[in-house]
């Protein structure tokens, strides 16, 4: 027998072993389809759960009863400081004033500077202090009010110093948004922590916010 007669017999039997791969792969596209269709989609969050700042009412640097529903539709950045501090104070407040001047065509942006000594900050107390450092008293507010409220605020509302002592208070800056829910925290000493509170806090002024905590946490 020649070779070619060989191969013309076997040619057959090389093609026939190969017939059963298309119905293979249809049956495993039918269970990837089947599997698509029955499985329930993972809700996966991108965005770090802080919380919502809770309620609250305290007192102006004018005097006025202030609470958190005259910010609600605003971004805002919180700090607690006393107006005595010797320490990081007139650092973190020369830092709120440079905010101030970045956003200050953003009519849809506060600032909120919270005393943790509010027996010796009165009103009329923080008031002078804001001047010092060129507050816009219509933007940039200052609170005083009930120590055991301004502490409870702090430790767990906003989650930060120390519970036993509000005196020892946090050097964070805490970005909120428009629905009151806590949206960052920045180191107040780190120049690397400013320049990403004015980056995110531009984004959340946006309305883009969410895309960045995806790329940053994911």
Same mark, same amino acid.
């Not at 943790?116 to 008031?127: A, F, G, Q, R, S």
């Not at 060129?134 to 110093?161: M, N, Q």
């Given at each position: 027998?020649?070779?070619?007669?060989?191969?013309?017999?076997?040619?057959?039997?090389?093609?026939?072993?190969?017939?059963?791969?298309?119905?293979?792969?249809?049956?495993?596209?039918?269970?990837?389809?089947?599997?698509?269709?029955? =499985? /329930? /989609?993972?809700?996966?969050?991108?965005?770090?759960? !802080?919380?919502?700042?809770?309620?609250?009412?305290?007192?102006?640097?004018?005097?006025?009863?202030?609470? $958190?529903?005259?910010?609600?539709?605003?971004?805002?950045?919180?700090?607690?400081?006393? =107006?005595?501090?010797?320490?990081?104070?007139?650092?973190?407040?020369?830092?709120?004033?440079?905010?101030?001047?970045?956003?200050?065509?953003?009519?849809?942006?506060?600032?909120?500077?919270?005393?943790?000594?509010?027996?010796?900050?009165?009103?009329?107390?923080? $008031? @002078? !202090?804001?001047?010092? &450092?060129?507050?816009?008293?219509?933007?940039?507010?200052?609170?005083?009010?009930?120590?055991?409220?301004? @502490?409870?605020?702090?430790?767990?509302?906003?989650?930060?110093?120390?519970?036993?002592? /509000?005196?020892?208070?946090?050097? !964070?800056?805490?970005?909120?948004?428009?629905?009151?829910?806590?949206?960052?925290? &920045?180191?107040?000493?780190?120049?690397?922590?400013?320049? @990403?509170?004015?980056?995110?806090?531009?984004?959340?002024?946006?309305?883009?916010?969410?895309?960045?905590?995806?790329?940053?946490?994911?």
């Amino acid at each position: 027998m020649s070779n070619l007669e060989k191969d013309d017999k076997v040619t057959p039997f090389k093609f026939g072993k190969w017939l059963w791969i298309p119905g293979f792969m249809a049956v495993v596209l039918l269970g990837l389809q089947l599997t698509k269709n029955t =499985t /329930p /989609p993972v809700k996966q969050s991108t965005e770090p759960d !802080y919380g919502t700042v809770p309620s609250f009412e305290l007192f102006d640097q004018l005097g006025n009863t202030f609470t $958190k529903d005259e910010l609600l539709g605003d971004v805002w950045v919180v700090d607690f400081v006393f =107006t005595t501090c010797a320490g990081p104070c007139p650092v973190m407040t020369s830092q709120f004033s440079e905010l101030q001047d970045r956003f200050s065509d953003q009519e849809d942006f506060r600032l909120l500077s919270i005393s943790v000594n509010p027996e010796y900050d009165t009103p009329e107390v923080l $008031k @002078r !202090y804001g001047d010092d &450092y060129g507050a816009d008293h219509s933007r940039w507010t200052f609170l005083t009010g009930d120590r055991e409220k301004i @502490r409870s605020l702090a430790w767990e509302g906003f989650h930060v110093g120390k519970e036993e002592d /509000p005196i020892f208070h946090s050097t !964070y800056f805490i970005l909120v948004d428009k629905e009151g829910k806590i949206r960052g925290y &920045y180191i107040s000493s780190e120049k690397n922590e400013i320049e @990403r509170l004015w980056t995110d806090t531009e984004l959340l002024l946006r309305g883009h916010f969410s895309f960045i905590l995806q790329t940053r946490y994911l």
